[in-house]
């Protein structure tokens, strides 16, 4: 999962030069991004994956890293695919 939310993420406009090369635990917030970038990468994570984050895990640590993006993501897909259409 790490590598598809990182060519999401990459949609970004601050993050496509940085996101390419970053290790999956490396600090976004460390290598640039700002408030406007998170909710960017927010937003364009929730028209892919189809999901909507809750406010519960609106907070700078779940967008800290791919990884935890990832962490906080899981269980929305599981819940998304336990929910007949």
Do not use: N
């Not at 290790?23 to 994570?45: E, K, N």
């Amino acid at each position: 999962m790490d590598e598809e939310i990182r060519q999401v993420i990459a949609g970004a406009p601050k993050l496509r030069d940085i996101v390419p090369g970053l290790p999956a635990d490396a600090d976004l917030w460390d290598a640039g991004m700002d408030s406007v970038t998170s909710v960017q990468m927010m937003l364009l994570l929730e028209d892919h994956y189809g999901v909507e984050f809750p406010q519960a895990v609106l907070t700078r640590e779940t967008f800290t890293s791919i990884r935890s993006i990832g962490s906080a993501l899981a269980p929305l897909l599981d819940e998304q695919r336990a929910t007949p259409r």
